[in-house]
């Protein structure tokens, strides 16, 4: 049984930078693939990105890719999400997931976290 809590969002202006964390119970956390998610209101939950126990495979959604970097220190049973050049359509509650198998489909993952709200303003 693994237990996610996220941390890290709040507010910012078009162009600022977040950093989310998610911070996991359980000594087994580095052996999961953990994956970043988000849900804006109205709209499906998205994928964002993930990583895999080792750190060595990262993927993400291309309209992110060179804004968002994927991370994890197991060390800490952490991992995170830095956000950077932040747009307003980036706004939605973020979740971080964990699961068995390397995949970008919210179903694959076993575990979830609550949720951290980060809105952009314009």
């Known amino acids: 049984q693994v237990q996610l809590v996220e941390s890290g969002g709040g507010l910012v202006q078009a162009g600022g930078s977040l950093r989310l964390s998610c911070t996991a119970s359980?000594?087994?956390?580095?052996?999961?693939?953990t994956g970043w998610f988000r849900q804006a209101p109205g709209k499906e939950r998205e994928f964002v990105a993930h990583?895999?126990?080792?750190?060595?495979?990262?993927s993400y959604t291309d309209s992110m890719k060179g804004r968002f970097t994927i991370s994890r220190d197991n060390a800490k049973n952490t991992v995170y999400l830095q956000m950077n050049s932040l747009k307003p359509e980036d706004t939605a509650v973020y979740y971080c997931?964990?699961?068995?198998?390397?995949?970008?489909?919210?179903?694959?993952?076993?575990?979830w976290g609550q949720g951290t709200q980060v809105t952009v303003s314009s």
């Open positions: 997931a964990a699961g068995n198998r390397v995949s970008s489909t919210a179903e694959e993952y076993d575990y």
């Open positions: 359980g000594r087994t956390f580095r052996s999961y693939v």
């Open positions: 990583i895999t126990g080792s750190g060595f495979l990262i």
